[in-house]
């Protein structure tokens, strides 16, 4: 199962590269002024700790909102575009070295990436006050979630590799309203592993 996941993944990489590198091509007079030594430096350093567990979005909303790097309305487009590439290498990397049931890993591949296509057409048309609304309650709910974990008001995780029953069903329902707040600039991470540590995984 999870040669048939890196293939499919690998071909929509393959497919979303042309696709990116095309308009990369077209769109070269428009690139923003910003230093990008700064622009790179966010990518590696975030994408770096995003690894660990701490997600990546985020720390890049916060930097780009600090230092004034991205324009707030953008900001959920572009760390959506520019992590893919970083995200499917770490899907590859734990594929391989984390085992999970393949239904519980399928079921909730395939959720997020739903929510995340119905969610976009939905930001593309929200404005900038809207958007910067939506951003600030929900990585302040991340951060409540990340809280009680920390103060040990949710449990930290069990020994299950995978789901069933009513917590795989309330999971795969999660997850797509996790990748539906994504394209918002709502990290999936934090509150996708305070889910499953809740569920027992």
Known sequence: MAIILKTVLGLMTTLFGYFYLTDVGKNQKIFSDKPWPGLLGTGLITNFFDTLGIGSFAQQTAIFKFFNLVDDRIIPGTMNVGNTIPT??????????????????????????????????????????????????????????????????????????????????????????????????????????????????
């Open 88 to 201: 499917v290498t770490q899907a590859f990397i734990f594929m391989t070295a984390v085992k999970v049931e393949p239904i519980t890993l399928v079921s909730m591949s395939i959720a997020a990436p739903l929510g995340a296509v119905l969610g976009a057409g939905v930001v593309a048309r929200m404005s900038r006050p809207k958007i910067q609304l939506g951003m600030g309650i929900g990585l302040l709910i991340v951060a409540l979630i990340i809280l009680a974990g920390l103060l040990g008001f949710m449990p930290l995780g069990g020994e299950a590799i995978g789901l069933t029953g009513w917590k795989l069903v309330f999971t795969v329902i999660m997850s797509f309203i996790f990748g539906a707040l994504q394209t918002i600039g709502i990290g999936f991470y934090a509150p996708c592993m305070a889910m499953v540590y809740a569920l027992g995984m």
